[in-house]
């Protein structure tokens, strides 16, 4: 696959407290994209070959004309990823339209019950929408691929095997889930301090995760955690040798004060973070581990 990360959004209908967006979504949110830019970026680059595209940042459900763009970029050869909160499944015939053409479908998930989605996501409803959206999403599957997103930070670390389970044990088909560790970005940047987490204390929970999800025949990943986190054996869970190299498109303000749109090319998952002194002489150094959150050091000892 030749990968395309679009951010086609800069607006959201929920307040993340580990938001990645937050910043951009404020200074974007009055220039947004249009259809013909959209449209435009994705023939050019099916001109050059590339073939699997994610929609994301902030809610790309809420582009406008979204199931054309969805019906569109399908007919130009694209495997479709959308990275949503799912609010817009709420409807029946939203779900029933988009699942025709998306190939793999990201819901992002930090909770297990009414409290806790409230306090992760800032939106009251969607608790009790969630059971709505995960019976749509069952109901009009067309075989296409789940996926079940979990970021953890400081609030919720110690209930991502009861998240788990919650989304399991919900109608929403899961196949695999991400555990994603809090990335010092934008709000999270900000707030990193009361949001990021004792690494050992996490590891201690790994080996009921790797458990469940094994017995349940979800494949499980995990990104932002030092391969040397994960317990012997369990190196294979590390999201950092699954990347796949892509560009991203998104809003970028130059530095003559133009909002533009930029390119940039990724060929690791490494965001901020670093090489410590222990990585020298650890036994997963030569694999593709892209190390410790360099912000993390700040705040805990590695």
């Not at 307040?15 to 990645?20: E, K, L, M, N």
């Not at 892509?246 to 130059?254: A, D, K, L, P, S």
């Not at 002194?277 to 150094?285: A, G, I, L």
Request: glycine share 2%; proline share 3%.
């Amino acid at each position: 696959m030749k990968r395309l990360e679009f951010h086609i959004t800069y607006s959201c209908n929920h307040a993340c407290i580990f938001c990645s967006e937050d910043d951009r979504m404020m200074e974007y949110s009055k220039n947004p994209l249009t259809e013909i830019q959209v449209r435009s970026i994705l023939v050019d680059r099916a001109k050059k070959w590339y073939n699997h595209v994610n929609f994301t940042w902030g809610e790309p459900t809420l582009f406008p004309n979204f199931l054309k763009l969805l019906s569109f970029t399908k007919k130009i050869g694209y495997k479709i990823y959308v990275w949503t909160n799912g609010t817009s499944f709420v409807s029946k015939s939203f779900s029933k339209e988009a699942l025709k053409y998306i190939d793999e479908l990201s819901l992002s998930i930090h909770w297990f019950n009414q409290i806790s989605c409230k306090a992760q996501t800032g939106h009251k409803k969607h608790f009790d929408l969630f059971k709505i959206i995960a019976k749509n999403i069952k109901t009009y599957n067309q075989k296409n691929f789940f996926f079940s997103n979990v970021v953890i930070n400081k609030s919720n670390y110690m209930d991502t095997l009861k998240i788990i389970k919650f989304v399991k044990e919900s109608d929403y088909p899961v196949a695999q889930v991400l555990i994603s560790n809090i990335a010092p970005e934008w709000l999270a940047d900000h707030n990193f301090k009361d949001l990021a987490f004792s690494l050992d204390d996490f590891k201690l929970d790994i080996p009921d995760i790797v458990t469940y999800t094994s017995q349940n025949n979800i494949i499980l990943r995990f990104f932002g955690l030092p391969t040397c986190i994960l317990w012997r054996d369990y190196e294979d869970y590390s999201n950092d040798g699954h990347w796949q190299e892509r560009h991203t498109i998104e809003r970028y303000t130059n530095d003559r004060g133009n909002i533009v749109l930029k390119d940039t090319y990724s060929p690791d998952n490494s965001r901020k973070r670093t090489f410590v002194r222990k990585c020298q002489t650890c036994e997963w150094r030569l694999n593709p581990c892209t190390w410790v959150f360099k912000k993390y050091l700040d705040f805990y000892e590695f």
